[in-house]
């Protein structure tokens, strides 16, 4: 299994308070992506990095930012939750990313996020 | 733009019924194109993969046949278990964009009964 943790797992908010949550890696790939999965649409791509520093948006940003430090973490925020962010949030990374359509993402556990 | 279509769930089956989920695509170029699966309560794990025109990506007893001139990625398994209950995706990556944004199907969700 790949090395990703995601933190917290649950989180309970209330509408208008910020939130972060964070990815944290051991593979040591360059590319980190953040999707939410909702019942009817899949998963969809929130943001992602390419890199310490290099981040993009996906299909559904507005509301979120991101920030990497560190190659190891990839930290997601909400800086003032909706309800209709309330999701399950999962992080995925990939080794070669742009370079390769062949490459696989290896995705986290997820965290289930509840926004009142 | 690049799209993923799954059939509809959910689907049910009785153990050691076979199993065809149907996946087509539309992209642009040559795509790969990925299997993931969902147990419950966890993320998503790659399944199968096939990167070019017939090939065949296969795991765990489940197929899945990369087919250009139907652009198709069907998933099949001839003798499915109790345990094989999850939810399945079908995903492409835009052979410009590489590996960097995969396009999701939006699930189909799998049961076996015993």
């Known amino acids: 299994d790949a090395g990703i943790t995601q933190s917290p797992r649950h989180k309970v908010t209330e509408t208008g308070t910020p939130v972060t949550l964070r990815c944290h890696q051991t593979?040591?790939?360059?590319?980190m992506y953040w999707y939410r999965q909702d019942p009817g649409h899949g998963l969809r791509l929130i943001h992602y990095?390419?890199?310490?520093?290099?981040?993009d948006k996906g299909e559904v940003s507005d509301g979120y930012s991101v920030s990497r430090s560190k190659t190891e973490d990839f930290l997601l925020t909400l800086e003032s939750a909706t309800s209709s962010q309330t999701s399950v949030y999962f992080c995925?990374?990939?080794?070669?990313?742009?370079?390769?359509?062949?490459?696989?993402?290896?995705f986290g556990p997820g965290t289930r996020l509840t926004v009142l | 733009g690049n799209s993923v279509t799954q059939m509809e769930g959910p689907v049910t089956l009785s153990e050691e019924a076979f199993l065809t989920i149907n996946c087509t695509y539309t992209?642009?170029?040559?795509?790969?194109l990925f299997w993931y699966v969902q147990y419950p309560g966890e993320g998503l794990q790659l399944l199968l993969k096939?990167?070019?025109?017939?090939d065949k990506g296969s795991n765990k007893g489940f197929e899945a046949t990369y087919r250009k001139e139907t652009t198709s990625f069907h998933l099949e398994k001839g003798s499915v278990q109790v345990s094989d209950s999850a939810v399945y995706f079908c995903?492409?990556?835009?052979?410009?964009?590489?590996?960097?944004?995969?396009?999701f199907g939006k699930g189909t969700k799998l049961t076996v009964n015993p």
């Open positions: 995925a990374i990939s080794e070669l990313g742009r370079a390769a359509s062949t490459d696989t993402q290896y």
């Open positions: 593979e040591n790939h360059r590319y």
């Open positions: 990095s390419y890199g310490v520093k290099d981040t």
């Open positions: 992209a642009t170029g040559y795509p790969s």
């Open positions: 096939a990167t070019k025109a017939d």
């Open positions: 995903a492409l990556s835009d052979p410009q964009g590489g590996s960097e944004k995969l396009v």
